[in-house]
């Protein structure tokens, strides 16, 4: 059974960095692409980062790049999102996921999330 | 980036009725789009990915269609479990955006 399980969360002041990880299982971690994607409170899902399966390629979206790393450890099967000057719009429930595949790079995996509040 | 507007935002209907969420792109995304599921506790699953393909283990009411910027989700006869929140997403380019989500809800 596939099983993703985020870690690192919590309350963190704006300004200050915060490291997220994610324990995978179930499936062969180092063939798949994972990313993260994050849903501030009551608002819609925002894609964060996606890496590649080796780890060289990494894709983020303007409101992070600079300030969020992706990155994953293949030995241990863990995903990371090392998170850098916080703001407050940052606070949110952050999902780790995997990519299906390389031709449909849908999401088939979700973690459960773990939140993230940014504030004084 | 491609934006993607979803359609209605919230959709009142009734156990057995069939609905229909669209979804469309601010440019045309080749098939590339994606529908997720996402209940009140927070779990987000995959239910159509490519336009049209079926998720395993997905209940065949659900169906996916659409071509070009315009596609949408069918539920042919709705369940109980099938009022939640629903996000189309395209993953024809970075960045990969969602939708703002319809709330399917019970009338």
């Known amino acids: 059974e596939v099983q993703l399980v985020e870690s690192g969360g919590g309350l963190v002041q704006p300004g200050r960095s915060l490291k997220l990880s994610c324990a995978a299982s179930g499936f062969t971690f180092s063939n798949y692409y994972m990313a993260w994607v994050r849903q501030a409170p009551k608002k819609g899902l925002e894609w964060v980062a996606t890496i590649s399966t080796s780890g060289s390629r990494t894709y983020y979206p303007d409101s992070v790049k600079g300030r969020f790393t992706i990155s994953r450890d293949n030995a241990k099967s863990s995903l990371y999102l090392q998170m850098n000057s916080l703001k407050s719009e940052d606070t949110a429930t952050y999902y780790c996921?995997?990519?299906?595949?390389?031709?449909?790079?849908?999401?088939?995996?979700w973690g459960q999330g773990v939140m993230v509040t940014v504030s004084s | 980036d491609i934006q993607m507007t979803q359609s209605p935002s919230s959709l009142p209907a009734s156990l057995g009725e069939r609905v229909t969420i669209s979804c469309r792109a601010s440019q045309g995304i080749s098939n590339n789009l994606n529908w997720y599921q996402q209940k009140p506790d927070g779990t987000i699953k995959p239910l159509i990915y490519?336009?049209?393909n079926l998720q395993s283990g997905v209940p065949s009411r659900f169906s996916g269609s659409g071509s070009g910027t315009d596609y949408s989700l069918t539920i042919s006869s709705l369940e109980p479990e099938d009022f939640a929140m629903y996000y189309c997403?395209?993953?024809?380019?970075?960045?990969?955006?969602f939708g703002g989500g319809t709330k399917l809800e019970l009338k």
């Open positions: 996921a995997r990519q299906g595949s390389y031709a449909h790079a849908y999401f088939d995996y």
């Open positions: 997403q395209q993953d024809a380019s970075f960045p990969r955006t």
């Open positions: 490519y336009t049209s």
